[in-house]
Each structure stands twice: as C-alpha cells, then as structure tokens.
C-alpha cells in the first residue's frame, strides 16, 4: 500500500472516531466487547463495515456503530479497512 493511502487511512480511523473505541493502535479497545481490529482481512473489514451501514448485521456492538457508519462513505470504508489490514 502506497504511503499516503496509509496516511490516509491512519487519518481516517481516527477523525471518523474509529480510535476512540478501538484504541489508536487499533489493537487496545476500550473495552473487552470491542474487536481488535489492527490486522484483520480487507474484504471481511468491508464487510463487516458495510454489513453494520446497512443494518444487515445488527448483532453485538453493531448498534452503537451504526450511527459512526453514516457517516463513512463506501470509499472511506476501503481506505480504513486496507490500512487496518496492513497493522500488526
């Protein structure tokens, strides 16, 4: 992945609010019912991203996501998912 389309993503995580319950790292949620989401496979983050906008998944935490979805375009969801999939 290209450097400033990491950036990109970095940017992304944090400013859609990504960070603030799943920890800057991606790695630390805030709490144990929060996935870790740092290295994860891209096409099931958007999936899983696009399953939660759409309220085709409504199961777990998905619901305190759903307001954080709207305001993530399709484009953005691939942005954030190929830079948590390139995390350790």
């Known amino acids: 992945m ?22 800057a790292d991606a790695k630390t ?11 994860q496979n891209k ?14 998944r409504n199961n777990g935490q998905s619901a305190s996501m759903k ?3 709207a305001g993530v375009n399709e484009d953005e969801i691939n942005v954030i998912a190929s830079y948590l999939s ?3």
């Open 29 to 39: 949620p805030i709490m144990g019912a929060y996935p870790k989401v740092a290295g």
């Open 2 to 23: 290209g450097s400033s389309v990491f950036a990109d993503g970095a940017s992304l995580f944090n400013d859609k609010g990504c960070a603030g319950c799943h920890g």
């Open 86 to 88: 390139e995390l350790k």
């Open 43 to 56: 096409d099931y983050l958007i999936q899983q991203l696009k399953d939660i906008k759409s309220g085709a």
């Open 67 to 69: 307001g954080i979805m």
